[in-house]
């Protein structure tokens, strides 16, 4: 059984700097034809010339790759319509992170209330520029989700024609809210569509599967699932996939995020093939965030086929999800 999707998109993901970068990109580049690459380096990408400079280091990370890299500002409350207006040509959207909520936010948004972000979102508004975000508050970890949802509907609602894309969704509750806002649409991972707390820390700690958003209950995953594979209008696939070195997730201390780039076509082959939805892939890995970006990829072919994958154990220092098992779909050829 093969399956053909035309030029996936990855609309989260992470692929650092410096040598960690040389070693992820060409993995996304390899079978993905573009992803929203975000900014929280350290320091932060906050600047258009930071913007550029960085998607140089990837291009040349990736080679030969046909992929193409969607940069992203580190929302800053200071950026102005002029700034955004010069910047708007080599962004595609703007990340806004809570202070301190997960990996290298530290520089993020002290509080969030609409009327001392209106400056940087009402430009953004005007000039559609997609308002992307890390919805958690600073609240109990399994509720930190659903705390933020009124902060999600008070801009959705103060800035209508503004596009909010509610990042890594994890709860049946950020699933309704997609259905209260027209200008509300979500990323989902792969790894929230398979995994629960369970599988995190239920039995032995899993630090490979240690990530924020932390993933949630069954119903949650159940929601998630839904939407994901009737391939709603409203959801894309962003995988989130964020690496960190061996030592750094095996430690006391783990560092939040799951490396899951280049397992998640054949994952996401395999899970949609269980539920009798293959066909309903290509819009949730391209068509979907095609048309709620107004984005037209670099055509690229990914070909996967039912044959047995063995997950390597490491990807130069970076442990995968499903490190060493065997996932039923592999990537037959990439044109
Ligand atoms: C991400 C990272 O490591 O940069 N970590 C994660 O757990 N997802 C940051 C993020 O998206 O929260
Ligand atoms: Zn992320």
Request: charged fraction near 20%.
């Amino acid at each position: 059984m093969q399956l053909t999707l035309n030029s996936p998109l990855d609309m989260h993901l992470h692929l650092r700097d410096g040598e960690m970068l040389k070693s992820v990109a060409p993995l996304s580049a390899h079978s993905f034809a573009a992803a929203i690459v975000m900014p929280n380096l350290v320091p932060p990408v906050t600047t258009i010339e930071a913007v550029n400079a960085y998607k140089a280091r990837i291009l040349e990370a990736i080679g030969e790759e046909r992929f193409e890299p969607l940069m992203t500002l580190f929302f800053k409350e200071s950026y102005d319509f002029a700034y955004l207006e010069k910047a708007k040509p080599y962004i595609s959207a703007i990340k806004l992170y809570p202070a301190g909520i997960t990996t290298n936010s530290e520089g993020g948004v002290g509080t969030i209330d609409s009327a001392a972000l209106q400056m940087t979102l009402t430009a953004m508004s005007d000039l559609g520029i997609p308002l992307l975000i890390h919805g958690e508050s600073n609240g109990f970890v399994m509720d930190r989700e659903k705390e933020f949802i009124p902060v999600y509907e008070e801009l959705a609602t103060q800035f209508p024609e503004l596009t909010i894309v509610m990042e890594h969704i994890t709860t049946k509750e950020s699933v309704a809210a997609l259905e209260r806002h027209e200008n509300l649409y979500a990323t989902i991972t792969l790894h929230h569509l398979l995994i629960t707390l369970d599988e995190v820390a239920g039995g032995m700690l899993q630090p490979h599967l240690f990530c924020k958003p932390i993933a949630k209950r069954p119903e949650d995953r159940e929601a998630l699932l839904s939407v994901a594979l009737a391939a709603h209008p409203k959801v894309m696939f962003g995988s989130d996939s964020a690496p960190h070195p061996q030592h750094a997730k095996e430690a006391c201390g783990c560092a939040a995020g799951v490396f899951t780039a280049p397992i998640a076509l054949p994952a996401l082959a395999q899970l949609f093939e269980s539920h009798g939805k293959l066909d309903n892939l290509q819009p949730f890995v391209s068509d979907n965030a095609q048309i709620i970006y107004g984005y037209t990829p670099p055509e690229k072919t990914v070909v996967l086929e039912k044959k047995p994958f063995r997950v390597p154990q490491k990807y130069g220092d970076v442990v995968p999800m499903y490190a060493g098992e065997e996932l039923a779909w592999r990537i037959a050829s990439v044109r």
